[in-house]
């Protein structure tokens, strides 16, 4: 063995802070000591405390492609046995015991040599770096002294890697929020709310309401009613509108997804977690989550949030801590909740935690008067996005039949009209006349019974309309042939009105 050891010291520290990329050091060390001494293999592995596992981050090997990070878990005897570990060691898989012969089957050291140093900063073990060869004996006393000194470069090279790793981990976090948030965060367009004066007036007043305060919100209304803008609006008005508004489309994540996306995951959780993740409620800490189709989220899940709601704290899969949340939550939903209660497809204790503050927002069809407010809008805002430089003005007439469409699709339906009548435009005014429907331009209505004199109030005329519908769809509210759908009214709105005229329905007795 010709090499010195202060040779061998120079040489490997040269190596070990060529590269910051741990790998690329730990493979040019090994084409160097595999000139001097037995060597067909070297792996770094560093000590694990989250996972109280040895996490194997290089694997150099002779004839062989460099292997990704493998997760070796140990018990807690061999956990301790480690990491008391301080000096160079050979390990011999006949002769080893206890912890000793635990590790050697874990790193299926039989009829192999390994050498093994201790890798400490400030007396601390931070990983460990074994030398193999294969065969029995490879290892004596000389290399366990012409090794010893090279502890210190190996571990400041670990260092550094794993500080850089770090940087790197803080980057791409700063990084992915900025592209998150970028896609997330909302124009701060609340009090310019189309329809805010007219007919979503109502809705507008219970949003300078609950604004200030930081209760849960639900927003109760059809498909494409608006229910994000509403909660935009609810958010911009807070004292929280400095911070995050995430938004989360409950119904558009894999069940199998739903968690790690919503409370995040440790580094190890499950199969290809390599790093630890936030979720979306960390992502909204002192700010505003929405949790868009409410109705959609698996029982799994549901549990999960209602201990949010309760305690504002949540833990991430494969976590132990518990991490407290400085949030507001809205949640939104199309669907009847109260029924999905007795289908044992919502929880009834969540629903209660969810429904402090309801907000309905009407559908399109119920604001009629908005109609054209909203159609110049969307005309200008597709045209900015369409490359149109001009908005192309409106015929007479078209804003009329847009109005009397009874608009099955809401706001959205209206603004997809608007882009696809703009895509099709060759010029001249916009009419409408190719891209809405023409079966349902007008809403056709029954003959109106004549009203005997005395029963002029509106308020008795709607409620004896009201009792009259529910006998024709046999006390049925929502869903395909319920009052809701014949009066063309969303069936939570259809349940306010019958509260306010104290028409009975439910488990009360009916007056049909």
Known sequence: MAIQRDELFREVTLRACSSLDIAVAVKRIFEYLR???????????????????LRRIAYVAHGEDTTTEQIIPLT????????????????????????????ADLVKLAGNSDLVIPLRVENELIGVVALRAYGEEKYGPEHVELLSGVADPFALALANALSYR????????????????????????????????????????????????????LLIGETGTGKEVIASAIHFASHRKDAP?????????PESLIDSELFGHEKGAFTGALTAKRGRFER??????????????????????????????????GGERTLPLDIRVIAATHRNLESMIAENRFREDLWFRLNVFPIVVPPLRQRKEDVPALT??????????LGIATPPAIAPGALERLSNYHWPGNVRELENLVERELIR??????????????????????????????????????????????????????????AGELLGVNPNTLRGRMDKLGVKYGRVKREF
């Open 166 to 217: 770090e940087v790197l981990r803080y980057r791409d976090i700063l990084l992915d929020d900025n592209r998150f948030l970028n896609r997330e965060l909302l124009s701060r367009a609340g009090d310019d709310i189309i329809g805010g004066n007219t007919g979503l007036r109502n809705v507008m007043e219970m949003v300078r309401q609950v604004a200030p305060l930081n209760n849960t919100v």
């Open 245 to 253: 508004f995430i938004k989360v489309n409950c119904g558009a994540i």
């Open 376 to 385: 110049r809008h969307f005309v200008a805002q597709k045209s900015l996005e």
């Open 284 to 317: 909204a800490a002192g700010g505003t989550i929405f949790l868009d189709e409410i109705g959609e989220l698996p029982l799994q899940a549901q549990v999960r949030l209602l201990r949010v709601l309760q305690n504002r704290e949540i833990e991430r899969v």
């Open 35 to 53: 000139e001097h001494i037995p060597l067909d293999a070297i792996h770094l592995d560093i000590f694990d405390t989250q996972l109280s596992a």
């Open 76 to 103: 807690e005897t061999v956990w301790e046995w480690g990491r008391a570990l301080t000096k160079p060691m050979i390990v011999d898989a006949r002769k080893a015991s206890g912890p000793g012969k635990t590790i």
């Open 425 to 482: 435009h060759g010029g001249g005014p916009l009419k409408f006349e190719a891209t809405l429907p023409h079966k349902e331009n007008t809403q056709s209505f029954p003959p109106v019974e004549e009203v005997r004199a005395g029963s002029l109030n509106l308020d008795e005329v709607v409620y004896r309309h009201i009792v009259r519908v529910l006998k024709i769809a046999k006390g049925k509210i929502h869903g395909p042939g319920g």
